[in-house]
């Protein structure tokens, strides 16, 4: 593998994975320091991948026991808030500034589901990923994401003020 | 009505982006670096988040008793009680709300009860974040001392010619703990500070993969420290050197990875524990 190889399957993922990192240890250093050896772990590895799509399955796999692996270890980095986003200044329309804080609620209430709703919760909206795809990623059963799909949906619906479309 | 998947797509959109570059992945430092910050399993968490610490009752309770505390070794790293709980232990006597120490031979089933009980209540993420609040990191020890008052000695690592890439310090409530960096070598350092717990108590550090080797190192003031090794990871020749004391109503230890003993020696007779006797403040 050269180094432009590696550097462009990085440039490739590492942004996904960041994100599935930081959503689940709500933490940026930590959140990077999961992505560096995830990689390191993929061009030691020197793993061949069937296709694109189980390529992208087992590195959201190894991100998420890497995260799991975290979370069981003795000690804890301070948690950030959610990440700060650029509020519009008070000169735009209001309707913007109302669809920005919008927004932060919904990702807020996201941020606080345990942990496992979160996760699939992120691979489906966010990813954009297939029951059958989050399964495979996760190492878990088909009626497992689903019943955390429905659970981590329910308890979205009743935390937030307004009421959305979820299919 | 808004569409969930869409808002929620614009709304993690918004996280920064990070650019990783290859160098920085395959560098062997680092990961080493990180890799001993992580493998540093510490039952003294449980006890920060209330888990494990053990109570006892007693009709009349002899205060100087408290101040000695025994560190011993076991199969896995220390272990250490006040002198009250050990003599209750030992004597096996019942009363309520009491527990053990663990025997030399590891963790008893109290603990080990608990030890299962944190690894569940690890995945309760209302308990880790109420313990991540609590926590403050500071990134020098000279930011530390500006702003914390707490007894926290530590070598001058500069004076005594080893380089200091980056120091952090971390601190829980009567726990703290500093990790100071250099080129291929750095140092764990946890203070406890049990002065608070008026009613004994007893703890455990484990170390991934065990410990071997205990011997002691006794500086020129005086203080006896316990020394063991564990290898870094499992079929590596690298040594981790570990050391504990007790003095006062303090626990000490530390981890010293790349380091030589005799260089472990030198550091640890430099730095001045008188501080942490009782009255000395």
Same mark, same amino acid.
């Given at each position: 593998m050269t180094k432009e190889y590696m550097q462009e399957r990085i440039d490739l993922y590492s942004d996904m994975l960041y994100k599935i990192a930081y959503l689940q240890l709500k933490n940026s250093e930590d959140a990077k320091d999961i992505v560096q050896e995830v990689f390191y772990q993929y061009i030691k590895s020197e793993k061949e991948f069937e296709s694109g799509e189980h390529e992208k399955a087992w590195l959201i796999k190894v991100t998420l026991n890497q995260c799991k692996k975290l979370w069981r270890s003795a000690w804890f980095r301070h948690t950030e808030g959610l990440p700060k986003q650029d509020l519009p200044s008070e000169n735009r329309l209001e309707a913007e500034v109302i669809e920005k804080e919008r927004r932060r609620d919904l990702a807020k209430e996201v941020w606080r589901l345990p942990r496992k709703y979160r996760e699939v919760i992120h691979l489906f909206y966010f990813e954009e990923m297939s029951v059958k795809e989050i399964c495979e990623a996760t190492g878990r059963r088909t009626s497992t994401v689903t019943s955390q799909l429905t659970r981590g949906r329910e308890l979205l619906k009743k935390r937030l003020k307004e009421e959305y479309r979820y299919e | 009505m808004n569409d969930f998947k869409t808002t929620y797509r614009d709304a993690v959109s918004g996280i920064e982006t990070v650019h990783i570059d290859v160098d920085s992945v395959l560098d062997e430092a680092r990961r080493k670096r990180l890799r001993a910050h992580r493998s540093r399993q510490k039952l003294i968490t449980m006890a920060v988040m209330g888990g494990i610490l053990c109570i006892c009752t007693f009709?009349?309770? $002899? *205060? *100087?008793?408290?101040?000695k505390t025994v560190i011993k070794v076991n199969a896995y790293g220390f272990e250490s009680a006040d002198m009250v709980t050990i003599s209750r232990s030992e004597k096996g006597v019942a009363g309520q709300g009491e527990e053990g120490i663990a025997p030399a031979g590891g963790l008893t089933e109290e603990e080990a009860a608990a030890l299962e009980e944190t690894k569940k209540m690890a995945d309760d993420e209302l308990v880790i974040e109420a313990l991540e609040d609590t926590t403050q990191e500071y990134d020098s020890v000279e930011a530390f001392r500006k702003e914390n008052p707490a007894l926290f000695v530590l070598p001058d690592l500069e004076g005594l010619g080893y380089g200091v890439d980056s120091e952090k310090i971390w601190v829980n409530g009567n726990f703290i703990s500093a990790q100071l960096s250099g080129k291929d070598k750095y140092i764990f350092f946890d203070r406890m500070d049990y002065s608070d717990a008026k009613e004994g108590h007893a703890s455990s550090t484990v170390y991934a993969g065990g410990v071997y080797n205990e011997r002691k190192f006794t500086t020129e003031s005086g203080y006896e420290y316990i020394l063991v090794d564990s290898k #870094? #990871? *499992? $079929?590596?020749d690298e040594v981790v050197i570990h050391a504990a004391i007790s003095v006062g109503y303090y626990e000490l230890y530390a981890d010293f990875y790349g380091y030589e003993e005799s260089e472990v020696m030198q550091i640890l007779e430099s730095m001045d524990l008188s501080v942490y006797e009782p009255g000395a403040e």
């Open positions: - | 009709g009349t309770v $002899q *205060a *100087a008793d408290y101040i #870094e #990871e *499992a $079929q590596s």
